[in-house]
């Protein structure tokens, strides 16, 4: 193509970057089409070049189309399950546990695997962690004192703050509300550790 060619290309790119920000979806190549007055066929051969270049990936699918931004946008996302009440004895994020999926930006939460759990009660007042929040929790079976736990007792998964008990040999779980008291056990399956907090401001 001659150079000239390059400025709708890249225009042809942004319009659908915007589209797909806009209403999250890939323009159609009738949407390119119109909305640059040129013909279908047009329209193919700039995204044929377009891809050849390497502007655009395409697998023969048009609905999967992505510009080099979108790629690096979605490289950036990760999504994460959303955990709502836990079967007895099933593990934390089964498929049948999983209400849905948000996405989360990677340079949020860093590396490693995370689910997002919904806290309930209010048992974890005190560390500002009141019902209905949401929690992003980083998957991992051990925990330095001090840190915010997700422990599965007895079948029941519970948020609680983690420390070692060396006078009583036990593990403790301090609720952070001054109205409950510590709770002691032998063991506890520590699912993961509670890393990043949403909630409501109203």
């Not at 950036?76 to 836990?86: A, K, N, S």
């Not at 007895?88 to 930006?105: H, R």
């Amino acid at each position: 193509m001659r150079s000239k060619d390059m400025g709708l290309m890249m225009k042809i790119s942004d319009f659908i970057d915007n589209q797909y920000n806009k209403i999250g979806r890939t323009p159609t190549a009738r949407e390119i089409s119109s909305e640059f007055d040129i013909s279908l066929s047009t329209v193919s051969k700039y995204v044929n070049a377009m891809i050849e270049n390497g502007m655009l990936e395409y697998n023969g699918d048009w609905r999967t189309i992505k510009t080099l931004s979108m790629k690096k946008q979605s490289q950036d996302i990760v999504y994460l399950p959303v955990v709502g009440t836990i079967a007895c004895g099933s593990p934390i994020t089964a498929e049948q546990n999983i209400e849905t999926y948000l996405p989360i930006p990677t340079s949020f939460i860093g590396k490693g695997k995370f689910f997002i759990l919904k806290a309930r009660g209010n048992s974890m007042i005190n560390a500002g962690i009141n019902d209905g929040d949401i929690i992003i929790v980083r998957k991992q079976e051990t925990a330095e004192e001090g840190q915010i736990v997700i422990a599965l007792i007895d079948n029941e998964v519970t948020l609680k703050r983690y420390y070692l008990d060396r006078e009583k040999q036990k593990v403790r779980l301090h609720p952070e509300n001054d109205e409950m008291e510590d709770m002691y056990f032998d063991n506890i399956q520590i699912q993961g550790i509670a890393i990043k907090l949403f909630k409501d401001i109203v």
